[in-house]
Structures are given as structure tokens and as C-alpha cells.
């Protein structure tokens, strides 16, 4: 399997705790796929099209069977938009991670709706994607990803395939 990730996150927030659970949640997707190919976190719209032309580059060269959008605080529909609108053809899944645990505490990056902010929009274009989460201080749960990524690979494998039956008998088809 090949994926490709990219993080979201509004500017507002703190991008240095920000990209700290997006490292986090890349290295725990490691631990599942060997094959990625991960842009960092994407603010904004302008390091978003630089990211995105990235991964064309790379799709092109090696496509990738799915690619993932890690959410890991609130970020702008129209980040969200334009790397979903690059790859129409991709399977998409959203993953919003748990934030972490210290001492007891939950150690949130913002006060904010997250993935939930992003799951509405692309409902409401239309767009098909698989959401997968994290509780706070839990690990990916690789039964959440596992059948989506395979089932990926298996239909971008199956792309330009040709199908055809052999021989006389059409096992009563006609």
C-alpha cells in the first residue's frame, strides 16, 4: 500500500503543538503502511498548492491507492477543499487524532470542533471520503484503517484491468 497525508490545521492555532500531533499520528501510520509519502501540515492555502503540487509530482510518478487527510485541529473549508478537488479520483480518508495524555490531563490543542468541522462540508459537496478518529490518548486503531487501505489498493490495482471470460462454454450466461 501507498498513501499520501497531509495535515490540516487553521493557522490560529498553535502550529508548533499542531505539527507535534501530526508527526504523532504520521508515525503511528507507519507502524501500518511502510509506503508514505507525508507533505507536513498545511495552514493555509498558499502552503497547501505548494504541497499539492508535491503530490502530483508523486502520484504521478508512483500513484498512491489512497490519500490521507490528518485533521488535527479546526482548518479553513477551503484548505479542505482544495487538496480534496486536487485528487478526484483518490479514495479519501479524514483521520482526526486524539490529543494526548499527561499526568491526567488532556492536553487539547484547541477548544475547537476539529474533523467535526470538516466532515460537514464535504457531506455537503458531495465528496466521498471514510472518517476514521482517535479517543484522547489512544493509539491509531489499525482495524479502522486497515480494510479501507487494502480495499484502495485493490481498486487502484484493478484500474485498466481487462476482464474477460475464456473458452466456449459461457456457464449458461447468454
Known amino acids: 500500500m501507498r498513501i499520501a497525508t497531509i495535515g490540516l490545521c487553521d493557522p490560529g492555532y498553535s502550529e508548533d503543538a499542531a505539527r507535534t500531533q501530526h508527526d504523532r499520528s504520521v508515525a503511528g501510520l507507519k507502524g501500518l503502511v511502510k509506503d508514505i509519502v507525508d507533505v507536513g501540515l498545511q495552514p ?4 497547501a498548492e505548494v504541497a499539492i503540487l508535491e503530490l502530483k509530482k508523486t502520484h504521478a510518478v508512483n500513484p498512491f491507492d489512497a490519500l490521507v487527510l490528518m485533521q488535527v485541529a479546526w ?98 450466461l447468454q
Open 44 to 47: 493555509d492555502e498558499r502552503l
Open 75 to 172: 482548518a479553513r473549508p477551503a484548505v479542505v477543499l482544495q487538496v480534496v478537488r486536487a485528487f478526484p479520483d483518490l479514495p479519501m480518508l479524514v483521520y482526526s487524532p486524539g490529543s494526548r495524555i499527561e499526568d491526567g490531563m488532556i492536553h487539547s490543542i484547541a477548544p475547537a470542533a476539529g474533523a467535526g468541522s470538516t466532515v460537514p462540508v464535504l457531506r455537503r459537496h458531495g465528496i466521498q471520503f471514510k472518517y476514521v478518529w482517535s479517543a484522547p490518548g489512544q493509539v491509531i486503531d489499525e482495524s479502522k484503517f486497515i480494510p479501507f487501505l487494502r480495499a484502495a489498493a485493490a481498486a487502484r490495482k484493478l484500474k485498466g484491468a481487462k476482464l474477460g471470460m475464456i473458452g466456449f462454454g459461457d456457464m449458461r
